[in-house]
């Protein structure tokens, strides 16, 4: 298993914008599918955005598409989140998450690896 790390998260007016990346660790980080989750105080854990090992393919939560981007950098281990038009409805904390197979998915229980987490709150 990878170990992940995030970061970038914080507090941003609605409107603005944030960058979170996902650091991982290993040799063979171009074989993990990685995506996005996030969990918001109250609510269960709901999925933003994948992305394949290649990162030719991508998915994304109709909440959040046209607003955020997903992206990976595979020679620097990293997943990253690129996030704008935020809204108070995306204020969570927001996970990184590994699974060890180069086919994205969008379902939380196929994932093998999660981060701790960065919370990301918009204030209006």
């Known amino acids: 298993q990878v170990q992940l790390v995030e970061s970038g998260g914080g507090l941003v007016q609605a409107g603005g914008s944030l960058r979170l990346s996902c650091a991982a660790s290993?040799?063979?980080?171009?074989?993990?599918?990685m995506g996005w989750f996030r969990q918001a105080s109250g609510k269960e854990r709901e999925f933003v955005a994948a992305?394949?090992?290649?990162?030719?393919?991508?998915s994304y939560a109709d909440s959040v598409k046209g607003r955020f981007t997903i992206s990976r950098g595979n020679a620097k281990n990293t997943v990253y989140l690129q996030m704008s038009s935020l809204n108070p409805e995306d204020t969570a904390v927001y996970y990184c998450?590994?699974?060890?197979?180069?086919?994205?998915?969008?379902?939380?229980?196929?994932?093998?690896?999660w981060g701790q987490g960065t919370q990301v709150t918009v204030s209006s």
């Open positions: 998450a590994a699974r060890y197979y180069t086919d994205y998915t969008i379902r939380a229980v196929d994932f093998n690896s």
């Open positions: 992305i394949s090992g290649s990162g030719i393919s991508t």
């Open positions: 290993g040799r063979t980080f171009n074989n993990y599918a």
